[in-house]
């Protein structure tokens, strides 16, 4: 059983950075597949970026060249790094783990992104 713990978020302005981090109660080291997803109102959940097993990373195109998905297997926490940020960008975001391949997935509570002037 892993738990996630997301934190980080919070209401900004356009064009400013914000870190989320993603703490699991137990050991990440294994895990398969870690991702950040998030859910604006009235939209699907929809993956962000992720980062695999071997530190493979892929982004949705909205996020590529301003958000950076990374992993630190020691505190058992994975970050997400958003820059430049948009009012687009405001969403509820939820970090996911998959432990094993095809498994199903663990899901954090989510926290509140909102980017507005």
């Known amino acids: 059983q892993v738990q996630l713990v997301e934190s980080g978020g919070g209401l900004v302005q356009p064009g400013v950075s914000l870190r989320l981090s993603c703490a699991a109660s137990g050991s990440i080291f294994d895990a398969y597949f870690m991702g950040w997803y998030r859910q604006a109102l009235g939209k699907e959940r929809e993956l962000v970026a992720g980062?695999?097993?071997?530190?493979?990373?892929n982004y949705a195109d909205s996020a590529k060249g301003r958000f950076t998905v990374s992993r630190d297997n020691a505190k058992n926490t994975v970050y997400l790094q958003m820059n430049s940020l948009k009012p687009e960008d405001t969403a509820v975001y939820y970090c996911?783990?998959?432990?094993?391949?095809?498994?199903?997935?663990?899901w954090g509570q989510g926290t509140q992104v909102t980017v507005s002037s």
């Open positions: 996911n783990a998959v432990m094993i391949a095809g498994s199903a997935p663990y």
């Open positions: 980062i695999s097993r071997g530190g493979t990373t």
